[in-house]
């Protein structure tokens, strides 16, 4: 278990000072992704002004507000209780719940006090990482002590006083600072490789579905319900399966199970209107007795020979 910290106020002054935790990247708010990404958190603490978000979360502002960021992450463990939380900005387009899994996996199996991403360049990333709650709490009080308040102070007072260790990981810790690396993440979603998933994430997203199907299993049953029925069937056919896994358990199972069953439907119509490679056989035609000089289908096939002495 563990708790999120997400940091969202900042000034945003290299673009222009918009609100950045609202830009939108594959038409969902840069917080949006980041609260998608640490969904499965006990308790996840935004620090910034109140806002709409996707998901529920408890709103935490450091004082004054705009003091940088140790002083608003000692605002948002004032409301965390677990033994580990995931310190986030909140401007991180292709974090993934797999990325923050292998964070808090990493700071498990060791003995260090916080597990961080680098980035493309090697350079340490504090804000994508996963701390013990503990070692944080002891040396943001120690910096307190010495400097009387966390205002203004920088991240790496905190972090040069840690035992951290590393991941690499390039893509899930580009973050955005420019309208420049706006652009950048807008294009690469849109890139073959990473548009459906981005498209499915997205559409969860606004639907409030939290849920993990075989996407795999669900474009095959979309094609043979084109192909084998009709192209409108498709969605349709998807749309239906979706209701009926709904009704059932409403888990990946029941999706699986219902996508099963139409897509065996489907083969079974397609089946109907392809037409077999070989006519099938005539039944053998039924054996009967003749008179070896009867005329050709002049008699009954089951008419008998007259054997009478003056027939004929």
Known sequence: MYDAVVLAGGAARRLGGADKPGVRVGGRALLDRVLTACADARTTVVVAAPRPTARPVVWAREDPPGGGPLAALGAGLRHTTADRVLLLS??????????????????????????????????????VAAYRTASLRRELTALTARHGDLTGLPLRRLTAALDLTRLSDPVASFDCDTWDDIATARARIREHGHVLDEWISAVKDELGI????????????????AHGV?????????????????????????????????????????????????????????????????????AAPDATPDTRPDAG
């Open 90 to 127: 909140a401007d991180l387009p292709f974090l993934d719940r797999r990325t923050a899994g292998a964070l808090l996996t990493s700071l498990g199996r060791g003995t260090a006090d916080g597990v961080l991403l680098t980035d493309s360049d090697g350079r340490d990333q504090p804000l």
């Open 210 to 225: 939290d849920l993990d199907v075989d996407t795999g299993l669900l474009l095959d049953l979309a094609r043979d319900a």
């Open 230 to 298: 009709a192209r409108p069937a498709a969605p349709l056919t998807t749309f239906l399966v979706g209701y009926a896994a709904a009704r059932a358990a409403g888990d990946p199972d029941a999706v699986a199970e219902a996508t099963r069953k139409a897509a065996a439907l489907a083969r079974r119509w397609a089946e109907e209107a392809t037409p077999p490679a070989t006519p099938p056989a005539a039944p053998p035609a039924t054996p009967f007795a003749a008179s070896a000089d009867a005329p050709s289908g002049d």
